[in-house]
């Protein structure tokens, strides 16, 4: 069967949607909760120039290496072995269910504005189990949806990706005319929470890499590409688009209430500050919004999701099976092993009452080392060929790696090694499946025995 391919407008909205999903509604209340407009500033401008250095590595590893198809996962393998390609796509793939999980949190927890009471909770903070019997019965619809193909999927996508732009522009234009100086300038350094505003910058960091996560998503489905070239122009279009829109929303919601005030409101906050704003029809727009939304961005996320364990499963890091697909050429092996994970991880929100917060937190950290190798890889690689523009791109990638990496605290990185030792169980399995393609080398061996036996530690510890 001929495979269909995804043109740049679809792998622009595959980007953007990836982006602009359930969080842009909540990012208000976010951000407010834990900086001041200045902060704030500051952290989007730290964000806005790391994520142009990650967007243009990619776009010049996808001009390097037309040859590496996934992206996160074929960039690491190829600058530092399996054991490291493996870790990369297993952190990204975990970062991408957590993703899923948190898209169908947030959506319900939205609805419960129509449906909850003070003495009558139903949906709740997205995490009931009324919430869950909800976001099982999406999760499967999408699953199906996907299962026909990812240019069949992509194609919705980029309908819902149009769709969801309406509430926030409408939120912008009506933020714009409400907007009021003294407001945004009141208690500007954020002396309230009686943090230092670099303390408060680097609390913003995992909030504003949470929005931009998906960045990667034209490089993800590269080998779906229409044109390789298309892969780096549909990443920065999407970039630039969405860092406009964060700027808006977070700048313009300080200038309409106050901090104290945006940082006690239930998310999605813009539903409340749009209520602000017009009346009660607010909510409707934004939870109409926020459908769509989800919709979208969860297209974008079960694609890229199921794309990088199936890529891999090809290349010997995951077990066999991941690599399987169906008719429609749909990877319907990793499509099964991620949308289950998602479906236990429902379960256990509504057992244990997780909230989006908590999800926002381990997804972003998940993230951060492939990210992370991304620009060294392209360093590596651009240093060895006498290409200097693209190392020192690569080198700023780097840095807004390293720099992510110590803002969101060295302990929360060790903490995620407990997430990444049992993925090297189905790792060395897979090794053993592929035995006679290659072996491993000391390095490997001794990496795995060190992040296993710590993951084990820090459990151990934390019981």
Not at 150 to 173: C, E, M, R
Not at 452 to 462: D, N
Request: hydrophobic content about 55%; charged content about 10%; aromatic content about 12%.
């Amino acid at each position: 069967m001929t495979e269909k391919k995804i043109g740049v407008g679809a792998l622009t909205a595959l980007v953007l949607s990836s982006m602009l999903g359930a969080g842009v509604f909540s990012l208000p209340q976010n951000m407010a909760v834990v900086s001041g407009s200045e902060a704030l500033i500051i952290g989007w401008v730290i964000t806005g120039v790391g994520i142009l250095f990650l967007a243009t590595a990619m776009l010049y590893l996808s001009r390097l290496r037309p040859d590496l198809d996934g992206g996160i996962f074929t960039y690491a393998e190829n600058g530092f072995g399996k054991t490291i390609g493996f870790l990369s796509a297993w952190g990204y793939w975990l970062c991408a269910v957590i993703a899923n999980v948190s898209y169908l949190v947030v959506v319900f927890s939205a609805l419960s504005f129509f449906t909850d009471s003070q003495n009558h909770v139903v949906f709740g903070d997205g995490n009931t189990w009324q919430s869950m019997l909800g976001a099982s019965i999406l999760l499967w619809v999408i699953h199906a949806l996907v299962s026909r193909g990812v240019q069949t999927a992509a194609s919705i996508n980029l309908l819902a990706t149009l769709g969801k732009l309406i509430p926030l522009v409408l939120f912008i234009v009506l933020g714009i005319m409400h907007f009021n100086y003294q407001q945004f300038s009141f208690d500007f350094s954020g002396t309230q929470l009686h943090l230092p505003v670099w303390a408060q910058v680097k609390q913003t960091m995992l909030i504003t890499l949470w929005v931009f996560i998906g960045v990667e998503g034209a490089v993800v489905v590269s080998g779906r590409a229409k044109n390789k070239n298309d892969i780096g122009k549909a990443t920065l279009y999407a970039v630039i688009s969405a860092l406009i829109v964060y700027l808006l929303v977070t700048i313009l919601s300080l200038g309409i209430l106050p901090r104290a005030s945006l940082a006690a409101m239930k998310n999605p906050s813009m539903g409340g500050l749009l209520a602000q704003m017009i009346g009660p029809y607010g909510y409707w727009i934004i939870v109409g919004g926020i459908i769509l939304s989800v919709s979208g961005a969860y297209l974008s996320w079960t694609i890229m999701a199921a794309e990088i364990p199936f890529i891999a499963a090809k290349r010997g890091a995951f077990p066999k099976i991941i690599a399987k697909q169906n008719s429609a050429d749909a990877p319907i092996g990793s499509l099964w092993m991620t949308n289950i994970s998602v479906q236990l991880c429902l379960i256990a929100i509504a057992f244990f009452h997780l909230d989006y917060s908590t999800l926002l937190t381990v997804a972003s950290e998940m993230v951060l080392v492939p990210y992370l190798l991304v620009g060294l890889f392209l360093a590596k690689i651009a240093y060895s060929s006498r290409h200097y523009r693209p190392f020192f791109i690569g080198l700023g990638a780097a840095l807004y790696g390293v720099w992510l990496i110590y803002a969101s605290g060295l302990e929360h990185l060790f903490m995620s090694l407990t997430l990444y030792a049992p993925g090297l169980l189905v790792f060395l399995y897979a090794g053993w499946q592929h035995r006679h393609q290659y072996k491993l080398r000391l390095l490997d061996k001794l990496l795995i025995i060190a992040i296993i036996a710590s993951g084990m530690v820090i459990s151990i510890t934390r019981l």
